[in-house]
């Protein structure tokens, strides 16, 4: 049984508190290389200076950070709750889109919630945002599949309506919940997809596990832009393919492009399959830590893992 697993299938501590820190720590060492080509980030990674400093988080953390908070207090999804919260936590200098401050723009103008999404997005959004922020819902519902479901979709509808970001973040949610279970994080993200276009690139990433993929290739093979389809299969196949946190998010920031988002969601996966304490020191350490810093996401994880277990 992994260390993070428990004989219930419900989260562990150990591995809640990774998930959640592993989306900070994957963000951060990203975070200086966003929009970089593949293989430009060291083989050996350290954190480095970003948008408000080294080690501190993006808009992806932020985001999961605001999620994990509406969850201890309400035990579900709620639309109104959520977007309350985003208006509320968003600090736009830690790198939101514009179409993302564009629905928060139009909430505060008081239109509702469920409109807001669709007038900026034709068609709904198909990018990653719902999926990067989605591992406080696989902590949560870990032992609950059919509420997970329900709870991921809420999660992303308020600001993702197109079915490709709708199940960007149920895959996500399911890989995490998965991982925490002791199970194939690639093989729930599959199962999870349904069908089109981003289970076949999920199939193909389960495909390369056996293959010695580099981050180049994966970056050539999956794409590396801020959509689902290419940064959620890279992502999971970053997570899936390695033995160990910091190989996993090494791997994932080194496809470039969209590093910090898809770091950010390897490091959610590898941080439920190895557990907190996989995550080396010279990592955490230099975490930002203030209010809603690194201590107070260890204490959000802790609270979602005893919701769980409950």
Known sequence: MDEAETASGEPSVEGAVGALLGT???????????????????????????????????????????????LVEHDTCDEQALAERFLAVCNPRRGYGPGTLEVFRLWRAGVPVEEAASRVFEGGSYGNGAAMRVAPVGIRFAADPARLADEAARSARI??????????????????????????????????????????????????LGESWSPLVAAIEFGA?????????AALFAAARADSFEEACT????????????????????????GASSIPERWLAPLEDGPRGRSYVERLAEQLAAAAAN
């Open 24 to 70: 900070f720590v994957g963000d951060a060492l990203g975070a200086p290389y966003e929009g970089a080509p593949p293989l430009i980030a060291p083989e050996r990674l350290e954190l480095e200076e970003a948008r408000l400093g080294r080690g501190s988080y993006t808009d992806d953390t932020e985001m999961a950070i605001a999620l994990a908070e509406v």
């Open 159 to 208: 600001t993702h309506t197109h079915p490709d970001g709708i199940a960007g973040a149920l895959v996500q949610a399911a890989a995490i919940a998965a991982a925490l279970r002791g199970e194939d994080p690639l093989a729930a993200a599959c199962a999870a997809a349904g069908t089109g276009p981003l289970a076949g690139a999920l199939e193909l990433a389960r495909r390369a």
């Open 225 to 233: 832009g801020p959509v689902v389809v290419e940064s959620v299969p």
């Open 251 to 274: 791997f994932a920031v080194r496809i470039g492009r969209d590093a910090d988002t898809i770091a950010a969601m390897a490091g959610a996966v590898a941080g439920a399959r190895f």
